[in-house]
């Protein structure tokens, strides 16, 4: 079994700056692509940014220059700084990664974090 667990998320106001941090634990062989979703209220789940293994790293426009997606592939953990902060960052986020469980040979799937709420004030 994988989990995945979230920590870092809060309140900050217009500007301010905030760190997300996720790790994962449990039966893992391996990590592929490491990534950070969101979700606000009353809309779909978005794609926030990404990171390879070879820590190449893909951000949503809305984000690009403000975030930064990081990995230590020795603690199975990922991070996004967010800087400049705005309030439509508001939204719960998610953490996923693309596991190889041990045992499953080469075989992967995502796994999901539980969700940490940002709150953006103006």
């Known amino acids: 079994q994988v989990q995945l667990k979230e920590s870092g998320g809060g309140l900050v106001q217009a500007g301010g700056s905030l760190r997300l941090s996720c790790t994962a634990s449990?039966?893992?062989?391996?990590?592929?692509?490491m990534a950070w979703y969101r979700q606000a209220p009353g809309k779909q789940r978005e794609l926030v940014a990404t990171?390879?293994?070879?820590?190449?790293?893909h951000y949503a426009d809305s984000v690009k220059g403000r975030f930064t997606i990081s990995r230590d592939n020795a603690k199975n953990t990922w991070t996004v700084q967010m800087n400049s902060l705005k309030p439509e960052d508001t939204a719960v986020y998610y953490c996923?990664?693309?596991?190889?469980?041990?045992?499953?040979?080469?075989?992967?799937?995502?796994?999901w974090g539980q969700g940490t709420q940002i709150t953006v004030s103006s």
């Open positions: 996923n990664a693309n596991v190889v469980p041990l045992g499953w040979g080469p075989r992967s799937r995502d796994f």
């Open positions: 449990g039966s893992i062989f391996s990590i592929g692509i």
């Open positions: 990171i390879t293994s070879g820590d190449g790293t």
